[in-house]
Each structure stands twice: as structure tokens, then as C-alpha cells.
């Protein structure tokens, strides 16, 4: 399948951009998730927090 008349840069711009817009969609949800979570103690929100 030719897309765009074999223009050979044309793929792999859609590509690239499709997989950078899903990433800012997953960091979106990410913080809108966070956000509406409820209050929890910061210690137990950082990264690399001791168990």
C-alpha cells in the first residue's frame, strides 16, 4: 500500500506523531488521574518511598 503517492517521508512523520499525540494522551489521563484521587500522605505518593 502506497500512501500519499509513495512519498517516502510521509509515513513515517504519521507515524511518529501518532505515537507522540497517544503519549501526551497518556500523561493527560495520567495527571487528571492523580489529580481526582483522593488525599494520601506525601510519603506515600514519592517515588522510591521505603515500604
Known sequence: MSWFGGAGAATPVLVLTGWAVAGLVLLAAGATARR???DEPAAA???GAAA
Do not use: G
Open 36 to 38: 481526582r484521587r483522593p
Open 45 to 47: 505518593s514519592a517515588v
